[in-house]
């Protein structure tokens, strides 16, 4: 491949680099007009997320701008929005005392809007133009110059390349495409790893050696990173950049010197890229998942979907394939055709469904909980213990075992909060890392969620077991593994919200207890973080969207903390 440098300037003398702009037509002065108020009209209005009203940003209550007074912040109780996470749950619109936002900024729908408006231009700070724009976020921007830690691809056993990612560390080198060649086909260079993110490198041409100012993020599993040596084996051209061309004078001997003794890409890592991402669910094959509308209970639903190993489950009989339900393949929430029955769980049965379906027992793709022996001490109705809400999942509660199931599955109920037919009984195996023992909460140091309207504040297990005559779980039936999971505070990664599973969102961890993550959605307020299981399906690496092609939900952006520099051009003069 050093061959390719020959000549190099003589065909970089006989290619232009100059590039010409064009002219565009100016917008006419109505729609500048226009543009203009409808802009200022969605920076200055908002709504108040307690009783709906609409007035002036700037009049409303708190730094954040949420609420039109005093009372209504104070009225937005936990209480109003468990309420309103159920209603999304069930696919319900929330109702204005129990309003939520919505995960799409102002100042996004802003940008959409002046974009698509003829003849004018948005100028963004580039940091929050990434942070904003939805279609145009980038990890690179966001991570910088690398000081901020991506979660290590080996942390996520459960995607492509979880098990084969333990090779690929910094120093290595690769050969990418060099757009700063100053010609006009495709070539290549060589860099160098200076930092991980998750997929994502930060990268360095060789020959910028301390120079940090062209560095660049890539996704190693792309297609077109290559080992080095790819370009000689397929005789594509290695030219190194413009800007540091006239560093050395002989490239060939730069680049054996550096290159000698290195590392780089296995030669077929991109083969093991593309058989990772083969994942066994097809379309149309039918499972058994929590129904949403009553969590006691699953149903059958068709694979609709399959995106990096994440299903769009469609509930069956719904024809128009609205009611759907987005899961990860490996999630506690789905099992195989008959699980339900095996270990006498509630199953809502619709009309050509059941066990007797062909072909339909796919039990080999899901994953096998651990077995555990009953015939001891077992959990008991009525125990007591502390769970992950699965309606608030940034609270932990007092809870009860309200139904022993086979195979070690357990009914859950939240003291306090239940429905009274049990409707909202959640079923969780006994080794479920959502679950803990009493007392667990005030270990770690973890604020622990009284059943609703208990008055004995602050709250003392001994007392509350004593006052409903109950007995908490024992300990040593909870599951106490704690894994070498790699993860550590301040990592990003990428998370599904998971009370509104189809999204996946920018993310950092902020806390960690034994196997347990503390999951903060960046740019949202901490009454929406999530406790998550070190092994949860539901987490992935910084780059899983872009390798899978699944839309990555971006930063939130509080408008009255961000530094938007727009500019509004109408006519040539304006």
């Known amino acids: 491949s050093f061959g390719m440098l020959d000549g190099l300037d003589e065909d970089r003398s006989s290619c232009s680099t100059e590039s010409s702009g064009g002219s565009g037509a100016s917008s006419p002065e109505d729609i500048g007009r226009s543009a203009s108020s409808v802009a200022l009209s969605l920076l200055s209005s908002a709504t108040c997320e307690m009783c709906g009203m609409v007035g002036v940003r700037d009049a409303f209550y708190s730094k954040t701008k949420r609420f039109c007074s005093v009372s209504c912040s104070r009225s937005y109780s936990s209480n109003s929005k468990k309420a309103s996470i159920l209603a999304r749950l069930q696919g319900k619109p929330p109702t204005k005392k129990a309003k939520v936002l919505q995960k799409q900024p102002l100042m996004t729908k802003l940008a959409h809007f002046l974009m698509n408006v003829s003849g004018f231009s948005l100028h963004i700070t580039p940091s929050v133009f990434f942070a904003v724009s939805m279609e145009l976020f980038d990890w690179g921007r966001y991570l910088g110059d690398g000081d901020v830690m991506g979660a290590p691809v080996s942390c996520f056993q459960h995607v492509p390349m979880g098990n084969s990612w333990g090779g690929i560390s910094e120093g290595i080198r690769v050969e990418v495409p060099n757009t700063d060649s100053g010609l006009p086909m495709k070539v290549y260079w060589i860099a160098g790893i200076i930092k991980l993110a998750g997929f994502k490198a930060l ?57 000698t003794g290195s590392k780089t890409l296995p030669p077929d890592f991109a083969s093991k890229v593309q058989e990772s991402m083969q994942f066994p669910f097809k379309k149309q094959m039918r499972v058994e998942v929590v129904d949403k509308t009553h969590l006691c209970r699953t149903r059958v639903a068709l694979v609709e979907q399959v995106i990096g190993g994440r299903l769009r489950l469609v509930y069956e009989e719904c024809d128009d394939g609205t009611d759907d339900f987005w899961c990860h393949m490996y999630s506690p929430l789905i099992h195989s055709i008959g699980w339900s029955r095996s270990i006498g769980h509630r199953f809502k049965r619709s009309g050509g469904s059941g066990d007797s379906i062909p072909g339909m027992r796919f039990i080999l793709f899901f994953l096998k909980v651990k077995e555990v022996d009953q015939s001891g001490r077992w959990f008991e109705d009525g125990m007591k213990l502390e769970a992950i809400d699965p309606l608030n999942l940034s609270a932990i509660c007092v809870a009860t075992v309200r139904k022993v199931l086979a195979d070690g599955y357990l009914m859950i109920g939240i003291d306090g909060s239940e429905a009274a037919d049990g409707s909202d009984w959640f079923c969780y195996h006994s080794t479920s890392p959502s679950i803990f ?36 779980a024992p300990v040593n039936l909870f ?96």
């Open 203 to 259: 990268l360095r041409y060789e020959g910028f050696d301390c120079d940090s100012t062209r560095d660049f993020w890539l996704n190693l599993c792309v297609p077109d990173i290559h080992p080095v040596g790819w370009c000689a084996a397929g005789g594509k051209p290695l030219v190194p950049p413009q800007s540091i061309l006239h560093r050395f004078s002989n490239w060939k001997t730069f680049l054996i010197k550096r290159l």
């Open 437 to 472: 023992p009493a007392g667990f909460c005030e270990i770690n140091n973890i604020e622990l969620t009284p059943p609703r309207g208990y008055s004995s504040l602050p709250f003392r297990w001994f007392e509350y077991l004593k006052e409903s005559k109950s007995v908490a």
């Open 479 to 574: 599951n106490r593994d704690v894994p070498n999971h790699g993860f550590r505070p301040g990592m990003k990664l990428e998370a599904v919200d998971l009370m509104e599973p189809r999204l996946v969102c920018v993310a950092t961890v902020t806390r960690i207890v034994h196997r347990l993550l503390r999951i903060h959605f960046d740019g949202w307020e901490d009454e929406y973080d999530q406790w998550v299981d070190c092994e949860s399906p539901d987490l992935y690496p910084v780059g899983w969207c872009q390798l899978t092609g699944y839309q990555l939900q971006p930063p939130a952006v509080n408008a009255g903390k961000s530094h938007l520099i727009c500019s509004f051009r109408g006519d040539k003069d304006g």
